[in-house]
C-alpha cells in the first residue's frame, strides 16, 4: 500500500491528559461534577459534539458553550499535555524512506493538529494534515480520510487508514479502503475488532513490518 493515514490521538500521541482536563474543566463550567475516568476516556477519539452529546446528554446552546470552554483550556496549555507514542517516530522514518505517502486524518482541529505534529517534530513527514474545522466543518471521520485521500491523491486500492477507535475503522470502510487498528490507543478492548478492522497491531514495530 502506497498512502497510509493516520489517526493523531492515540495513534500517534498520548493525548489523554490534555483532553480529559479540558473537558472536566468545561464540564465545571456548567456547574456539571467530574466525571468518572472510564467515561472522560471514552471521550477521546469522537467529534467534541457527539461526545458532550452522547455522554453528558449537551445538546444545543449548551453543547457550544461546553465546545467553547473546552477548546478556551485546550488552546492555552492542553495541546501541549501530550506525548509521543513510543516508536511512532521510528516507524514514520522508515515508512517514508521506502517510498510512503503518508498523511493525517483526525477529528482534532487541523489547526491544532498541526501544532502538535510541528511540536513533536513530525510534521515534515506527512504530505497532509486533514482535521475538522473550528466551525464544526469535516467533523465526521469519512470526511476527514476522504479530505486526506484528495489531498495525496490517493487510490483507493492503495490507500489504508491507521487509527485506535471504531470510528476510524467504520471511516476508513465507508470510504473504502484498508482498515488497520492498533491496540495501545484509546479503544475499549474488542472495540476494533467489533468495528470489523482488517488487522490489529500491538506496537509501531509490527506496524511498520506489516508496510514495509
Known sequence: MKYLFFDLDGTLTYSDEGIT??????????GMPRPDEKLLRACIGPPLTDGFARYFHLTGEQNGLAVKKFRERYHDVGWKENRLIEGAKEALLALKERGKTLAVATGKPTV????ILSYFEIRDLFSCVAGSGLDGSCSKKREEIAAAMNGV?????????IGDRKNDIEGAKACGIFAAGVSFGYAEEGEL????????????????????
Open 193 to 212: 475488532a467489533r468495528a470489523g478492522a482488517d488487522i490489529v497491531f500491538d506496537d509501531f514495530i509490527q506496524l511498520q513490518q506489516y508496510f514495509i
Open 21 to 30: 482536563k479540558s473537558i472536566v474543566y468545561a464540564l465545571e463550567s456548567l
Open 153 to 161: 491523491r490517493a487510490s483507493a486500492h492503495e490507500s489504508a487508514m
Open 112 to 115: 491544532f493538529a498541526e501544532r
